[in-house]
């Protein structure tokens, strides 16, 4: 598809996912509305050559209704993280459910071609691995229960708003720095060795997760905008890690060996998640980077080798 004469919104334009979407489309030549409550990021975040910047928030009608005439929507302003769930749960389910159905009605009001949205592999909670679309959910937090939330409502709003779900599992990569502490494990562990800080792992550092790379969520979105695919699509590597092969996988591309510190576990813990992406390759075409290389691809962009 060109991208040259198409309009775009997407919310969430200053997060970690929005400004890599952002400064793909505009490679792209797409015509960029960004959106975002500016929080956890500054304006200044933003690339200067995007046509227009709307500070808002989802659930204000008066902020959406600013934007007209958008060709897609890409809907990642919501909360992506189960640690800032457990600190702040009343307000992470509000803007997650309620500023979802805003986007909805808006956009069946408007009249989009697409809707592009993230949901999440905490959605099947501990189910059997690996874990697919045709599983039943079964999410352990309030994170996943909203994403599956989600899910259903988008469903109900398929006739009018066309969409489909990314069951993103654990993203990573570049433009995470301003997550802090809610970054990924890979950004934090990678920032802690870099620094030759010891870092920190719950339980025995077993516990498995299907790490995907910035880079090929980013690839998914677009080609999900593209080919003629709606409903829900596993994003994930296919593979699954172990925290502590994490460790050495980093320690390794930085030649270091710092050994990490192990601490209890919360309650309602992931243990482990493994996506099944078969028909992330058949119906989108993405085949995704292995952990290791996109942990050294992640590096060459942060510099930390040269």
Request: aromatic content about 10%.
């Amino acid at each position: 598809m060109k991208w040259g004469n198409k309009r775009v919104l997407v919310t969430g334009a200053a997060g970690f996912i929005g400004q890599n979407l952002v400064k793909r489309l505009l490679n792209e030549g797409a015509y960029v509305i960004a959106f975002d409550k500016f929080i956890y990021a500054k304006k200044d975040s933003i690339p200067k050559s995007v046509k227009k910047i709307v500070s808002g928030d989802v659930m204000n009608r008066k902020d959406l209704i600013r934007v007209k005439d958008v060709d897609y929507v890409f809907h990642f302003g919501s909360p992506s993280s189960v640690i800032l769930f457990n600190k702040n749960p009343e307000l992470c389910v509000h803007s997650t459910v309620c500023g979802f159905m805003s986007i909805l009605e808006w956009g069946r009001q408007v009249g989009v071609n697409k809707l592009v949205y993230p949901s999440s592999g905490s959605v099947y909670g501990n189910t059997s691995l690996p874990q697919s679309e045709d599983m039943n959910p079964q999410p352990i937090n309030l994170y996943g229960v909203c994403k599956f939330t989600s899910e259903l409502m988008a469903k109900r709003y398929s006739d009018v708003v066309p969409n489909i779900g990314l069951r993103i599992f654990a993203g990573y990569g570049f433009n995470e720095e301003h997550k802090e502490e809610f970054a990924s494990v890979v950004t934090l562990f990678l920032n802690s060795i870099a620094r030759n800080k010891r870092p920190v792992i719950y339980g025995d550092g077993m516990q498995r997760r299907d790490f995907i790379y910035i880079d090929d969520i980013v690839d998914t979105i677009l080609a999900a905008t593209e080919r003629n695919v709606t409903g829900i699509v596993n994003v994930g590597s296919g593979k699954a890690y172990t925290f502590n092969d994490i460790i050495d996988i980093i320690n390794h591309l930085l030649n270091k060996n710092i050994k990490p510190i192990y601490v209890e576990k919360p309650a309602k813990y992931i243990e482990n998640t493994w996506a099944d992406i078969t028909k992330l390759k058949e119906k989108l075409g993405i085949n995704p980077l292995s952990l290791e290389e996109g942990i050294r691809k992640y590096i060459f962009a942060k510099e930390l080798l040269k």
